[in-house]
């Protein structure tokens, strides 16, 4: 599977998404290099859980990207799986006693990811973003500000994360078995 085979298969309802996803991948992505863009995507995809898109993604990446990249892609799936569901436990129940209390979770992954430590947190904020964790989110954000990013590649990196999110959507869509509708009588 590859990235063109992927806009092939998406359907004419879904022509914005395609168009997004074309563009990610065929031009310059503001404030990210070629292989930020691919570990970001590569760690979305994982996140996803979307076969398909995945192995175009990884297609893409590995012509990019070493095993480290992968590893630390899986990771961040990992580890936000984790601190998105513990830091959204928190948001949820507004209660500072519990909120103030040891985490008693191990995250040594946070300082040795194996790669880039700039890149590790773009994926942290790519995954915290399809997670939905607006804690986690806020937080890698402001991580990346203080090292440095700009903005406008912050917004790439949540822009990267909703077009495959969308991708993947539109996929799962035009997998799904469809039946025909049979009217049944009136009794029914």
């Given at each position: 599977m590859s990235i063109q085979n992927i806009i092939r298969k998406i359907p004419n309802y879904a022509n914005d998404i395609k168009a997004n996803f074309y563009?990610?991948?065929?031009?310059?992505?503001?404030?990210?290099?070629?292989?930020?863009?691919?570990?970001?995507?590569?760690?979305?995809?994982?996140?996803?859980?979307?076969?398909?898109?995945?192995?175009?993604?990884?297609?893409e990446a590995k012509v990019v990207l070493d095993d480290s990249y992968f590893d630390a892609a899986k990771s961040a799936v990992a580890i936000m799986g984790l601190n998105n569901t513990y830091y959204g436990f928190l948001e949820m129940i507004s209660d500072d006693e519990i909120t103030n209390m040891p985490i008693g979770l191990h995250m040594s992954v946070l300082r040795e990811p194996g790669i880039d430590k700039l890149d590790y947190e773009m994926y942290l904020l790519a995954v915290s973003i399809i997670n939905n964790c607006k804690y986690c989110t806020i937080f890698h954000k402001n991580i990346l500000i203080k090292k440095g990013v700009?903005?406008?590649?912050?917004?790439?990196?949540?822009?990267?994360?909703?077009?495959?999110?969308?991708?993947?959507?539109?996929?799962?869509?035009?997998?799904?078995?469809?039946?025909?509708?049979?009217?049944?009588?009136?009794?029914f």
């Open positions: 563009e990610l991948f065929s031009q310059e992505i503001e404030g990210l290099s070629k292989s930020q863009l691919l570990g970001i995507a590569l760690s979305v995809s994982y996140a996803l859980k979307h076969e398909q898109l995945l192995n175009a993604i990884r297609n700009q903005k406008p590649a912050i917004r790439s990196v949540a822009r990267i994360a909703a077009v495959l999110k969308g991708v993947a959507a539109v996929l799962e869509t035009e997998g799904l078995r469809t039946y025909e509708f049979v009217l049944r009588g009136e009794n």
